[in-house]
């Protein structure tokens, strides 16, 4: 739910409101509107495309925004193959070095938040 709280945010802040005695304003404000639900439509249709791959996405729908350490899975002839790359932003590329020069790149996906236990109430650790 927070990132439907960030969307909602990002696009109130870009978006004008209606000044009242200020007709414009009223056009523009209907503009952002449908601005808005086409924006807000496009993040939610990615997000449960996402959801619906386990959370891989296609290189060729897009690659990461920023870079860092991403599992990839790359292709090795017939067989596909899960490892770790570090994407190079700056060059628009994985950096698999040490791996095999032949694997292509077929899918990412950003890495999984680490292990955090359910802490109880009682810190005597009972």
Known sequence: ??????????????HPYKVPGNYDSYSQYN???QDAIDRVRARLENFFKEKENDGWISVEERLPEEGGTYI???????????????????????DMTGKRAYWRVIAWRPL????????SDNHDGE
């Open 72 to 94: 990839i899975t790359v292709k090795d002839g017939e067989r596909e193959i899960i490892s770790f790359a570090k994407w190079q932003n700056r060059y628009k590329h994985f």
């Open 31 to 33: 503009e952002a509107w």
């Open 112 to 119: 999984p938040e680490p292990y955090h236990p359910e802490r």
């Open 1 to 14: 739910m927070q990132e439907l709280e960030n969307i909602l945010e990002e696009i109130e802040a870009e």
